[in-house]
């Protein structure tokens, strides 16, 4: 009887439905398939897998099997209207992308911000476009409660905030970049048409080429835009960027509604000094969150932009199944 292939340790690169691509510490991938739910992983996993015994593959003589996926750092999630599904894992920080134009959501950055915060991984904010003057200086204003949050001085922002002009400047914004993601795992978040694609390809060149690659070996032949994809930045391999599409779609249901106020550090930092411990600070008296919100550029309060999203992810969060 043929003795098993041994189990090797590798790192999951891409990912599209329940397929991923392995690849090995010594630089070589292979597509992989987990053997059954709790072998299921997601782009920057680390995991145990198993080449294809001879003979006994899907076809394809260079394929695996995921046997285990080792201990994660942490974990993000997307959801739609029917489910919840983690997508990236092990990650340094999220470089949220938005941009001048198209006006970006604001609801969309608080929720990419409360997951990283409830993740224990630093964001980084991103506004593109800096070239469109008038444009950038509304947005830029609109950021004044991200680029203040946590203290008038630099030392005290609890959210770095990037000027960018990725068509303009790119060789600057990408020197400044990569010092920023040196020797780190990083996501990249962005709505349609804030410049993801061209930042991606500005750090990565080359990096259209590989997801068509990637995505036509996980989909049998059919090019999918749905893949999940981390590319090394350097050729140690020591940088990485992860792309993902659908930011409309970042999740937010695994988590409990009286967690949300200390995933946002505006609202945490008054948190503690209201009247009640379960105190919910959308209706009770003597609120000492509700004390500080007010329409004034003050490091120290609570925008009331801020303070509505706050109130509509609590009733969402309050609603959910999950």
Sequence with gaps: MAQAPARLEGLVVASHGRHCVVESAGGERRICHPRGKKSQAVVGDRVLWQPAAPGQGRGHGDEGTIEKVLERRNLLYRQDEVRTKSFAANLDQVLILIAAEPVFSESQLARALI????????????????????????????????????????????????????????????????????????????????????????????????????????????????????????????????????????????????????????????????????????????????????DEQDAQAISPQRYRIYGELFAELSESPY
Excluded at 260 to 283: K, Q, S, V, W
């Design 115 to 294: 997951a990283a915060e409830a993740a224990h991984i630093t964001p980084l904010i991103a506004l593109n476009k800096s070239d469109l003057v008038e444009p950038f200086a509304r947005a830029w204003e609109r950021l004044w409660p991200y680029r203040h949050m946590g203290g008038e001085q630099d030392t005290q922002h609890h959210y770095r905030v990037l000027p960018l002009s990725l068509s303009e400047s790119g060789a600057v914004d990408r020197d400044m970049l990569m010092h920023l993601l040196a020797g780190k795992t990083t996501l990249v978040l962005g709505p349609s048409g804030a410049g993801k694609s061209t930042l991606v390809n500005l750090l990565v060149p080359g990096a259209s080429a590989q997801t068509g690659e990637i995505s036509q070996a996980l989909n049998s032949g059919r090019h999918t835009t749905t893949t999940t994809t981390l590319y090394w930045i350097d050729p140690q391999r020591t940088t990485a960027l992860i792309d993902s599409p659908g930011f409309q779609e970042f999740g937010l249901r695994h988590l409990a509604p009286t967690d949300l106020a200390r995933y946002m550090p505006d609202i945490a930092a008054h948190a503690e000094g209201c009247r009640f411990y379960n105190c919910t600070h959308l209706h009770e008296p003597g609120c000492a969150v509700q004390a500080q919100v007010r």
